[in-house]
């Protein structure tokens, strides 16, 4: 929720936030009853709890009071888009009169749309979320069951040294040829490579900060790791003629997005199923290839549980299971050489 302070009219306080309503800025302002600021600071948080609560117990209202709640994280974003596809449905529903039957028939009405089973998946997380949060605070007595598609598993497919080094070779501009080798030298994700600017990048101790430390909001997979030698040389001609802050720009400027470049190159070097998360996942695969521990793979990725690494990495580790094999060795001698 946006912070709220304490502001004075006529002498007596008053809690005061700030929200954004149809693209300004509108301040909120309530009288406290006191002249005490410590009185004040006492009773500002339950009255700005009390004043900001939803106002119904709605799916759209509950929804709303979740985003305010929640205002700064990352995962707002991808909640916008996911709104839209559940607002018609269960929008004007009453949190708690949700069913089974209603989840199913979201789930078949999106997979009738050519909507995969993840992105239904996600969708019905969200829900779920916004009512478990609305029964966590008691703005509905129940949070209702909500059924969702299994989770597929994590795609498997990743690029070898030779593709990405094709890959790059085709990239018709610098900045896609850039990106492909931030991302697969530091297995950032797509939008931490692009908003990564020049005063992250510590030459000195040869360290990429991924995490913008300005950044309020709490995003997935960020860590500070070390550049290997190809990447600094490209990174160091690539600062040479730099025409601003962003380490990936184009034309002096932010790149947006980066999904048709990578298309483009991966088709001119026949890998047309290309995408940008691909590097990320290369760049583990590679690793573990490489006997580095889940541990370690977990850290270079920003993975706050090494579980979820090992899940779906550890299948790439060269020795794996060797030790497993050898117990189930039979104690017997050599077969005899056939004559």
């Avoid at 979320?129 to 498997?156: C, F, G, M, N, Y």
Wanted: glycine letters at 6%.
């Amino acid at each position: 929720m946006p912070e709220w302070r304490l502001t004075r009219l006529r002498g007596e306080f008053c809690v005061a936030w700030d929200e954004e309503h149809d693209g300004r800025t509108v301040r909120r302002r309530y009288r406290l009853g006191t002249t005490d600021k410590a009185e004040a600071a006492r009773l500002a948080p339950a009255r700005y709890t009390a004043l900001t609560r939803p106002a119904g117990t709605t799916v759209a209202e509950l929804w709303t009071g979740y985003v305010k709640d929640k205002e700064g994280r990352a995962v707002l974003e991808t909640m916008t888009h996911t709104w839209k596809a559940l607002e018609a449905r269960f929008g004007s529903m009453d949190g708690e009169t949700i069913t089974i039957a209603d989840c199913r028939a979201h789930t078949a009405e999106r997979r009738g749309a050519g909507k995969s089973d993840g992105t239904i998946h996600t969708e019905l997380g969200h829900l779920r979320t916004v009512l478990k949060w609305a029964e966590a605070h008691r703005l509905i007595d129940r949070a209702p069951a909500i059924e969702r598609p299994s989770k597929p598993e994590p795609k498997r497919d990743y690029l070898t040294r030779q593709q990405v080094t094709k890959l790059i070779a085709a990239a018709h501009a610098p900045h896609i040829a850039l990106a492909i080798r931030l991302m697969i030298g530091t297995g950032a994700r797509v939008t931490a490579a692009l908003e990564l600017t020049w005063d992250r990048v510590d030459f000195e101790r040869r360290l990429i900060h991924l995490r913008n430390p300005f950044d309020k909001a709490r995003r997935k997979g960020r860590a500070t790791v070390p550049m290997n030698d190809g990447l600094e040389r490209s990174l160091l001609e690539a600062r040479d003629a730099a025409l601003s802050a962003y380490v990936i720009e184009w034309a002096g400027g932010p790149v947006r997005s980066i999904k048709k470049g990578i298309k483009a190159a991966g088709k001119a070097a026949g890998i047309p199923e290309v995408s940008p998360h691909i590097f990320r996942h290369s760049a583990a695969v590679w690793q573990a290839e490489a006997g580095v521990s889940m541990k370690e793979i977990a850290d270079f990725l920003g993975h706050t549980d090494s579980r979820i690494t090992d899940r779906v990495y550890a299948r790439w580790t060269p020795d794996r299971l060797r030790t497993a094999a050898a117990a189930l060795e039979l104690d017997e001698p050599e077969a005899a050489q056939v004559r």
